[in-house]
């Protein structure tokens, strides 16, 4: 039996929460069970639509015992009931997607956000005959006004995915809750460290694993975090049948990762921290955008909504493109690389034209909103936990 952790800080449960040791061997760490199937009960059912909460494991696709126990940390780490984990963020999306939508419905998107859950909502939602509208989320006046009878669901990414831009999850969420509409929330950036999304009012949080919470740039993996009522029904009608499960060996190495992320949240912040005031200084950078300096646009909000800025750094340079290359020639510590929230620090630049062509297809008024952060392109700079000294350090040779 689970012992009664809610009492316990972040950073014990972090460690503690979803784990307890072997009964049979001792063992104080978490076990990896690869066992794709499990001696059953002869009365068991062959069918998913018998299975019970509390039902023994029975086989991998439905449930497994170090799967289970990254959903206990992930849902004790995020304040909720319930929490299901998936082969990526995007498995995650799309679980969500399929389970709370059908044809005729609505849903409202970030008109900036991970750009595969932009893609799946350019392409395969309208294909089902769901009707898509996006909205700049960071003016909650703008989501009032684009709620339709047929409305079901609110996407929101805080902060965004590259622009760093931030929504309010309580602003939104009351315009959510007074029309009847579930919010979900990507809190990939912030993780549990700096926002808990339920807490201001979400209904649902997705994460893409791979990133800060794994942290160690070495497993794949998503999850999807609220009441266990709803979850229960996704589990059991979209994760089990569409079968976009986490290996129990990814889960393994995400649970061993996150023993260390409120430490890791910490060492990235503080990286993050001297790493934006030395480009927001820097005669070649024209812009830098951090929730953590003054100078971001939101810094109240942040201030209000994150309890650790985290590691994402976006910035502009005069020539972006002629930048790039110099950069992935000349950086020695960084990587010149996609992903983010590794313990090294990565970097990648996004063309705005190709951003707004290829995932966003946005409106004109919204392509101004992306460009007044993005210019025409941008830098997203994940920092890692490396000495920010070094990293300032690698940047200034590489940007001479």
Known sequence: ??????????????????????????????????????????????????????????????????????????????????????????????????????????????????????ELTLDLLPRMGISVTRVNMSDPEKVREAISPQTKLIYAETPCNPLIRLTDIQAISSIAKRAGILLAVDSTFATPVATQPIELGADLVIHSLTKYIGGHGDAVGGALLGKSNLLAQIRQKIAIRTGGIISPFNAWLIMRGMATLPIRMMAH?????????????????????????????????????????????????????????????RLQVIHYAVSLGHHRSLIFYLPTRDMLQNSFHLNAEQAKAYREYAGEGIFRLSVGIEDGGDLCGDLERALE
């Not at 984990?85 to 709370?100: C, E, K, N």
């Not at 971001?296 to 994402?312: E, V």
């Open 269 to 329: 912040e503080k990286a993050a921290k001297t790493v934006a005031d030395f480009l927001e200084n820097h005669p070649k950078v024209t812009r830098v955008i951090y929730p953590g300096l003054p100078s971001h646009p939101q810094y109240d909000l942040a201030k209000r909504q994150m309890k650790n800025f985290s590691g994402m750094i976006s910035f502009q340079v005069k020539n972006g493109p002629e930048m790039a290359r110099q950069l992935a020639e």
């Open 1 to 118: 039996m689970m012992k009664d952790l809610s009492h316990l800080h972040l950073s014990t449960l972090a460690i503690h929460a979803g784990e307890s040791p072997d009964p049979h061997t001792k063992a104080s760490s978490p076990n990896l069970v690869m066992s794709t199937t499990f001696v059953a009960d002869p009365d068991s059912t062959f069918s998913v639509e018998g299975l019970e909460e509390d039902a023994p494991f029975f086989y991998t696709r439905w449930g497994n015992p170090t799967v289970a126990q990254l959903e206990q940390k992930l849902a004790a780490l995020e304040g909720v009931e319930d929490c299901i984990t998936f082969a990526s963020g995007m498995a995650a999306i799309t679980a969500l997607m399929l389970h709370t939508l059908s044809q005729g419905d609505h849903i409202l998107i970030s008109d900036v956000t991970y750009a595969a859950a932009a």
